[in-house]
């Protein structure tokens, strides 16, 4: 998802740096029927974008994961969710 966010910046000329966007996952794992399984991810994105790219940024935050295959193929038995720490330089 971090890459296909990475790119969804880029095509819109949103110039971020490598180590100027990271993400935390956590997972949640909880017993079902008996076994563990991977019921939730939650991804924290942090980025820092060029003064004045906000709002652009913070959109395609909320689209991204529409245009992720990772996501949209673990999305069928995992809830996904995400956020945002943005920041402008």
Not at 57 to 79: D, F, N, T, Y
């Amino acid at each position: 998802m971090t890459g296909t966010l990475a790119g969804g910046l880029a095509a819109r000329h949103i110039r971020v740096p490598k180590e100027a966007l990271w993400s935390e996952v956590e997972g949640r794992i909880e017993n079902v029927e008996g076994k563990p399984f991977i019921t939730a991810i939650h991804v924290r994105y942090h980025l820092t974008v060029p003064e004045g790219k906000r709002a652009e940024a913070e959109h395609v935050v909320g689209i991204h994961e529409k245009g992720c295959p990772a996501s949209q193929s673990v999305k069928r038995g995992i809830a996904i969710s995400w956020e945002a720490d943005i920041e402008e330089n």
